[in-house]
């Protein structure tokens, strides 16, 4: 996606190997016309999938969800992050390892709010490890729900989180794809 | 607005004295659409405020507040919550105290991205105690901005929010105003 991709280049700063801060427009400013547009983009890749309901993990990732969910005219559900859980019946829940913090936290899905049979796609900001979109994936399997796929809107292709999912045959559609980071600048995948 | 109102009615649950769930469209699960009539309503009640940023809280206010921004056109910041605090001089910082939770949290806001001399307005999910929406005024005293008011979707009058708001002359808009809960059901304020 240009849009996305000329804005990463224009306010995405590298920090070290492996780290992009893009609070300037996605996790901390927000940039509301990006993320409609965002929103329409994957509603246009998924169109053809019956989506009933859109899945993400609060906070960063319920921006670009929301316009997804509006594009789609279905409900957008955000899992909830605890750091701990008191089990119930209520909820579906996964866990989720952070590599950047080195801590696992829990995500947490009302049963009410994922219903088996239906056909979930999820969203989330990033694509790194896989750890958040894996936790998603736990809770989507656990509910009886098809995984019609994965939106992301910036995907690390150099860290394993895309071979994580591909092994589980779950299609994504990354919107930015980086494939590394060079003194300092971003080097996108060529766009397929 | 009456659209809320009517949502409120049909899904809302009351729970105890004082506690309104409204987890079926607003804060675990989202109803898009109605987000966006959310966000167009307090566009339209602050259109003459010369905007130039919305500042919510993660998480529930990032949705309503996310369509705010859209129909306003400007950027949307998110403050982020925290456990605790290292002081940086890169921060403006509040804490918060839940009376639900019984403790404090923070919320920390980027100085990039709240700048002197803005117009800011803060949007959030509830008005009940008042404590979330004071400390979006703490940072934005902090950083020399001019609060134009406080967009609310959901006030609940019998608690002490808008009367601390009120002795600090901010403007609040809310969409649903709620007298009382009695006997499980809600009633609101007639609308002005």
Same mark, same amino acid.
């Given at each position: 996606?240009?849009?996305?991709?000329?804005? /990463?280049?224009?306010?995405?700063?590298? /920090?070290?190997?492996?780290?992009?801060?893009?609070?300037?427009?996605?996790?901390?400013?927000?940039?509301?016309?990006?993320?409609?547009?965002?929103?329409?983009?994957?509603?246009?890749?998924?169109?053809?999938?019956? =989506?009933? #309901?859109?899945?993400?993990?609060?906070?960063?990732? /319920?921006?670009?969800?929301? @316009?997804?969910?509006?594009?789609?005219?279905?409900?957008?559900?955000?899992?909830?992050?605890?750091?701990?859980?008191?089990?119930?019946?209520?909820?579906? *829940?996964?866990?989720?390892?952070?590599?950047?913090?080195?801590?696992?936290?829990?995500?947490? =899905?009302?049963? #009410?709010?994922?219903?088996? %049979?239906?056909?979930?796609?999820?969203?989330?900001?990033?694509?790194?490890?896989?750890?958040?979109?894996?936790?998603?994936?736990?809770?989507?399997?656990?509910?009886?729900?098809?995984? =019609? %796929?994965?939106?992301?809107?910036?995907?690390?292709?150099?860290?394993?989180? #895309?071979?994580?999912?591909?092994? *589980?045959? =779950?299609? /994504?559609?990354?919107?930015?794809?980086?494939?590394?980071?060079?003194?300092?600048?971003?080097? @996108?995948?060529?766009?397929?």
């Amino acid at each position: 996606m240009q849009l996305l991709e000329q804005r /990463i280049q224009k306010n995405g700063k590298v /920090i070290g190997e492996d780290v992009l801060k893009v609070d300037t427009f996605l996790n901390h400013q927000v940039d509301p016309q990006l993320m409609q547009a965002i929103g329409q983009e994957f509603a246009h890749r998924f169109a053809d999938e019956k =989506v009933d #309901r859109v899945l993400t993990v609060e906070s960063s990732g /319920i921006a670009p969800a929301v @316009f997804t969910a509006l594009a789609l005219n279905v409900p957008l559900v955000f899992a909830r992050k605890k750091k701990s859980l008191t089990l119930t019946d209520d909820n579906y *829940q996964a866990d989720v390892y952070s590599f950047t913090k080195q801590e696992t936290n829990h995500i947490i =899905v009302d049963k #009410r709010f994922i219903q088996p %049979g239906e056909r979930i796609l999820l969203i989330d900001d990033f694509l790194a490890n896989g750890q958040a979109v894996q936790g998603m994936l736990d809770i989507a399997k656990a509910a009886g729900t098809t995984v =019609v %796929g994965a939106g992301i809107v910036i995907e690390k292709t150099f860290q394993r989180g #895309r071979t994580l999912l591909d092994d *589980q045959q =779950v299609r /994504i559609e990354a919107l930015a794809r980086i494939k590394a980071f060079e003194n300092g600048h971003v080097v @996108f995948e060529p766009e397929a």
